[in-house]
């Protein structure tokens, strides 16, 4: 049996702390770390191109989709995961909804109810510079 022994580093910049017993509703647009023990209503979102890694404890919730390159779950999440870069799922992890991603790792104990959809790095720059795309048109097209 392989034992587990190196750990995903932190992103750089600072680290944000949703402590046990808090409850946050609304969306959380952040880089660097986010470490949530309470609860989110909400959806979580890494600013662009921001090297940023979000870790939902044991006792943690989200309700809500996540778009953050790295993800680390050993709690709740209810909502889609996009993960640009790697997703890892711990014994207690349990995700309702489904899992994009380029990396993932997934330990004995780990529920997801929804679909996995592998994607590589270069396809997801490329769906966010084609909905980027879009966007301005939109906008162009408005005025």
Do not use: C
């Amino acid at each position: 049996m392989r034992k587990k022994n190196n750990s995903i580093p932190f992103a750089q910049g600072n680290t944000t702390l949703i402590a046990g017993g808090t409850h946050v509703v609304g969306d959380i647009h952040f880089s660097g770390n986010l470490e949530i023990e309470g609860q989110v209503t909400g959806n979580v979102v890494a600013e662009d191109g921001a090297e940023a890694r979000v870790r939902v404890l044991p006792d943690g919730r989200v309700l809500g989709d996540v778009h953050v390159p790295i993800v680390v779950i050993n709690g709740y999440i209810e909502g889609n995961i996009y993960s640009s870069s790697q997703v890892e799922l711990a014994d207690k992890a349990v995700v309702e909804g489904n899992l994009h991603y380029a990396l993932i790792e997934i330990e004995k104990g780990a529920q997801v109810n929804g679909s996995f959809v592998h994607q590589s790095a270069e396809e997801t720059n490329n769906v966010v510079s084609l909905e980027n795309a879009t966007e301005s048109s939109q906008e162009s097209a408005s005025s």
